[in-house]
């Protein structure tokens, strides 16, 4: 159902660009345009290429003041107008875009999403208080043992129960947007996880989070570490210093790029039957096509899933080993250093 619906995402697509290109007809099909468009923000839902869901616009600039309209393409709205799903200011000053676009849209589903499922369970486990969990409620409580025993307690140590609700909210908002992304059409399709902005803002909390939690002994290490001679310390300090920017650095990258990669990869194999057929000119070349890429694409939609709670794991996982390290305390000066290395 999934490969069906994206060739039918991808039809429309190709037929434009070969249709409206002023370029030769033996021009090769070029999928990196339509790849792309699918994996960026917008203000606007496409559904298979065939009408444009709408959304709602919010823009501030000093000139103008804020602004607010529904977005649609071609439109043009106190001198910002709006072009291929994106909105651009008509005399290039700056301005603040605080519009619902598709990932907000898609953040708001997944944070409403989660709120429905957890009132849903946590009234079942009033009601069936004693019992053997069921239906919702037998699905969320084996993830939540295993984040809470396999991914919390290892991590972060005896401390761990201050931290479940944030280790929890970040592993079950990556993975329902991590689903979200799977769905090829609306109200799935965005490209949450795979956005750069969305990463850094989870890492920058993490960060947070983190080293807010710092003990004397976490601090100490990092500053002026126990037991080496006063040039080691400062060399070791400025290591140190670029550790504690790497690790929020490395949260931020790895779901990033892992979910990017997926989409593209996906989009790519799909693309091959555009590519082989020469954009529908060509039925034997669309039919070798579609041979290579129905299979490939179906194998790497199911590791998509896969990678979907993984990505979420480890996103959890790390916080939680980097939490732990900041609270851990110190057994001696020379064991602390042994210990934290």
Not at 115 to 121: A, G
Not at 196 to 218: D, E, K, Q, R
Not at 253 to 280: C, D, K, Q
């Amino acid at each position: 159902m999934l490969l069906l619906v994206s060739l039918m995402l991808m039809t429309p697509a190709a037929n434009i660009k070969a249709e409206g290109s002023e370029a030769p007809k033996s021009t090769a099909y070029n999928p990196v345009p339509t790849i792309m468009h699918h994996i960026a923000d917008s203000h606007e839902f496409d559904v298979l290429e065939l009408f444009a869901i709408p959304l709602p616009c919010i823009l501030y600039s000093s000139s103008t003041g804020v602004t607010t309209f529904i977005y649609h393409d071609g439109k043009e709205v106190s001198g910002y107008k709006c072009d291929e799903g994106a909105i651009h200011r008509e005399d290039g000053a700056f301005f603040l875009d605080m519009s619902i676009t598709k990932n907000v849209f898609t953040m708001l589903l997944a944070a409403l999403i989660l709120i429905v499922i957890f009132t849903s369970v946590a009234k079942a486990y009033k009601v069936n208080s004693g019992k053997a969990p069921k239906g919702l409620q037998s699905v969320i409580e084996p993830l939540f043992v295993f984040i809470r025993d396999e991914v919390a307690k290892p991590g972060i140590g005896p401390k761990y129960e201050g931290f479940m609700p944030y280790i929890m909210t970040i592993f079950f908002f990556i993975l329902v947007l991590n689903l979200l992304g799977l769905l090829p059409i609306f109200p799935g399709g965005a490209n949450v996880t795979g956005n750069i902005a969305f990463t850094m803002i989870l890492a920058v909390v993490a960060f947070v989070v983190i080293n807010i939690n710092g003990t004397s002994t976490y601090w100490g290490h990092i500053f002026w570490m126990p037991g080496v001679a006063i040039p080691m310390k400062i060399f070791l300090a400025i290591i140190e210093v670029i550790g504690l920017i790497t690790k929020p650095v490395a949260l931020m990258i790895r779901l990033f790029a892992n979910m990017t990669a997926g989409h593209i990869i996906v989009l790519s194999l799909i693309s091959l039957i555009f590519v082989f057929g020469e954009a529908g000119k060509s039925l034997p070349g669309t039919g070798l096509g579609a041979a290579i890429a129905v299979p490939f694409t179906l194998f790497i939609s199911c590791i998509e899933v896969l990678v979907a709670f993984i990505q979420a794991f480890i996103f959890a996982m790390l916080t939680s080993v980097f939490i732990g390290m900041a609270l851990e305390e110190g057994h001696g000066d020379g064991h602390a250093a042994e210990g934290h290395h």
